[in-house]
């Protein structure tokens, strides 16, 4: 009996602790539960997916679809995330908006269904194919995430003659943040590389709309490094383009320097309205930019050279004859009482002879 109970309660410790252990895992295994919160995606897309959770400290994987990958399908993926996470990952995914929504192309409405197509049709391929095309060069460039363009062409009417319209181009690109760069020079370069490529499209039709990524990559994320730029901003201060935790910086050295350099062009009139009359006397600007020294007692000679001067052009100036005029005696006239019936003359006062001195005997 004593055995058989010591074997029972053998027993009954062990299914206990298979039991524990078996809570264990399953709360282990439940805590790291994988959800799928995004299905069918392409690569690219589900890459996307994944850098932005990163980005909120929500770690994903992605895992091939079962159902893709045969036979002309398409490899698609699902992006899982821990269960205790799914929710938060699912609510900042519908705020970003992603995985993004895809519309049909061109290139998929107008696809060659029949044996004959129409010109229309064909035309509209032509535009389509030509467009992805460009799109496809502007990828190519370092720097630059995404690209799309948008061709319009004027119509063509039932006489074959085209419109009076000019052809446009618009021209997406999401980026890193290099088209900012003002040294890159990026945005002419796309507009003349679509408008060379396109028959009747002008440079200034052409428009290029960037978007700069607000998401970092998965290394810059890992590092801690913003080696693309991450979110930096840029500000355009009177046509130069500068990042915007500089600005401050930007303004205090424009306006010093500003002031620095109005006081010293005071400083300088200052000086030479000071110093003009000795220059004048040295003999001007000419004898200060000259490579020669002043001499001693220059301004002296100066001014007796001007002394010297002036008494030559007085000496040439011929002596202005001098005509004294003889005073006019006044005349003093005597007039007596006039008798009735009487007209006298009048009679001129006869001065007195002035009397000759006795000339002295030697």
């Not at 990026?186 to 200034?204: M, Q, T, W």
């Not at 383009?241 to 050295?253: A, E, P, Y």
């Amino acid at each position: 009996m004593k055995n058989k109970k010591t074997f029972f309660n053998t027993v009954c410790c062990g299914v206990n602790l298979f039991v524990v252990c078996a809570l264990f895992v399953g709360i282990l295994t439940s805590c790291n539960r994988q959800v799928s919160i995004v299905n069918s995606v392409s690569e690219r897309e589900a890459n996307e997916v994944i850098v932005f959770l990163a980005s909120k400290d929500i770690r994903a994987i992605k895992i091939k679809n079962a159902d893709s990958g045969g036979a002309g399908k398409e490899l698609l993926w699902d992006v899982s995330v821990s269960s205790r996470r799914a929710t938060d990952a699912m609510a900042m995914l519908n705020v970003a908006g992603l995985p993004r929504k895809k519309g049909q192309t061109l290139l998929e409405l107008f696809a060659k269904s029949g044996l004959v197509s129409s010109e229309s049709d064909a035309k509209i391929r032509y535009q389509a194919g030509l467009a992805e095309q460009l799109a496809n060069t502007i990828r190519k460039i370092d720097g630059v995430i995404d690209a799309d363009i948008q061709l319009s062409f004027p119509e063509v009417s039932e006489f074959g003659q085209e419109d009076d319209g000019i052809v446009t181009a618009s021209v997406y690109v999401k980026h890193q943040g290099i088209l900012d760069d003002p040294n890159a020079h990026l945005i002419p370069k796309i507009k003349r590389l679509v408008a060379s490529s396109i028959n009747g499209l002008s440079f200034e039709n052409v428009t290029v709309i960037s978007d700069k990524s607000r998401f970092l990559s998965a290394i810059d994320i890992v590092s801690g490094e913003d080696s693309i730029g991450g979110d930096r901003d840029y500000a355009k201060i009177w046509s130069v383009i500068v990042d915007k935790d500089s600005v401050g910086r930007f303004r205090t050295i424009f306006f010093t320097f500003s002031i620095i350099v109005i006081l010293v062009l005071f400083i300088l009139i200052w000086i030479v309205w000071k110093i003009f009359p000795l220059l004048h006397q040295v003999g001007g600007f000419h004898t200060l930019f000259s490579l020669k020294a002043f001499e001693e007692g220059s301004v002296d000679k100066t001014e007796e050279e001007a002394e010297e001067v002036e008494e030559k052009n007085a000496e040439e100036v011929p002596e202005e004859t001098v005509v004294e005029e003889e005073p006019v005696e006044e005349v003093a006239i005597e007039k007596k009482p006039v008798e009735e019936g009487v007209v006298e003359e009048p009679t001129i006062a006869e001065e007195p002879e002035e009397k000759e001195e006795p000339e002295e005997e030697e």
